[in-house]
């Protein structure tokens, strides 16, 4: 398969504003994922990419970015999902997630998301004595959440 990767590019060293490289990839396939292709087109084309990535398992969420418009993870994200069935050539589109500032290309300040996260504290927070075993939560508690967890 081939596919036409169109990548938001902004470098603030040199750039005034950002600016889409378009790269070609031959011989792709439908297994491989969104970072597989920004690998190739790193290893491969255009050296000068930038772009976060750590356990390429969709744990740690640190290639989050938008593919197609819609926010995912480029590790998760696999090519013959964003092809019609039986497509033998695709067009691309991925950029810096939306909502925090880019540093360079794909990499965004994480450090805004950060703050927020740990003013929220998303943890618990025992008032008294430490319990001796695990807290347990019901279905019906768990409920509650479920929507939020859903991003």
């Known amino acids: 398969m081939q596919v036409q990767l169109r990548i938001r590019r902004f470098n603030p060293e040199k750039d005034k504003k950002p600016w889409w490289g378009e790269y070609t990839l031959q011989d792709v396939h439908p297994t491989d994922t969104v970072l597989d292709l920004l690998n190739r087109v790193k290893w491969e084309i255009d050296g000068t990419l930038s772009m976060r990535r750590s356990c390429a398992h969709g744990v740690c969420g640190s290639d989050a970015m938008r593919i197609n418009g819609a ?17 033998t050539a695709v067009t ?13 290309d794909l990499i965004v300040d994480m450090e805004p998301f ?27 508690e768990r409920a509650v959440f479920d929507d939020t967890t859903k991003c």
Not at 132 to 138: A, F, H, N
């Open 92 to 104: 691309l589109q991925v950029e810096p997630i939306l909502g925090l500032p880019v540093l360079k």
């Open 114 to 140: 950060l703050q927020a996260y740990k003013n929220v504290k998303p943890f618990l927070i025992t008032t008294g004595e430490q319990p001796s075993k695990e807290r347990i939560q019901s279905a019906e």
């Open 71 to 87: 926010n995912g993870l480029a590790c998760k994200t696999l090519v013959k999902n964003l092809a019609a069935p039986g497509a």
